[in-house]
């Protein structure tokens, strides 16, 4: 079965406070795990869900930069520590603090990613919420979504290059 993507309805889907979502995707970000937690909050089933692109969650307000430096950092063999914005099936969407790792065969080659996300506290929302709309307005000024992606992530190099600070330190400083 096909999952169409949602309209937001601007509701928010309940993930607990102390609830974890994890999920598990191959290099390609197909999703060979997930746990009860997201199976719930995006309003999926289990063959739903496994080998959909993880994609499948992404919300429409969510800067794609955002996703390029995680991708970038991930099959470079780090660690990504990030705020990303979900959307459920059902149009309700759902903030996480998410923590993004490779998993590596005995080789040292990347077999998959590996995902904890929580839900982040109010005011981190708040600021995060505040660059990401900005992000998306650069993406959005452009014409070509390629284009607007890259514009969107200079964007965010000049934001973390004033600061001083990785994104990962960003992301703990909220």
């Not at 993507?5 to 060979?32: A, C, F, W, Y």
């Not at 780090?78 to 149009?91: I, K, M, P, R, S």
């Not at 759902?94 to 990613?113: E, I, K, N, Q, R």
């Amino acid at each position: 079965m096909s999952v169409t993507r949602p309209t937001p309805t601007g509701r928010e889907s309940p993930l607990g406070e102390d609830e974890i979502i994890v999920t598990k995707t191959d290099p390609r970000g197909r999703i060979t795990y997930a746990n009860e937690v997201f199976l719930r909050v995006s309003v999926l089933t289990w063959k739903d869900a496994i080998g959909a692109p993880h994609s499948l969650v992404r919300h429409p307000a969510m800067p794609r930069c955002v996703f390029e430096l995680m991708w970038k950092t991930i099959q470079s063999g780090g660690e990504f520590f990030g705020y990303v914005l979900n959307l459920a099936t059902n149009g309700d969407h759902y903030w996480v603090f998410a923590h993004v790792t490779p998993s590596f065969g005995p080789d040292g080659a990347v077999l998959g990613f590996h995902s904890n996300r929580r839900k982040p506290e109010p005011k981190q929302v708040a600021s995060v919420s505040a660059l990401y709309r900005d992000l998306l307005a650069v993406e959005q000024r452009e014409e070509d979504r390629k284009r607007g992606q890259q514009m969107g992530a200079a964007a965010l190099a000049a934001m973390l290059a004033e600061k001083e600070m990785s994104y990962d330190r960003f992301a703990f400083a909220l």
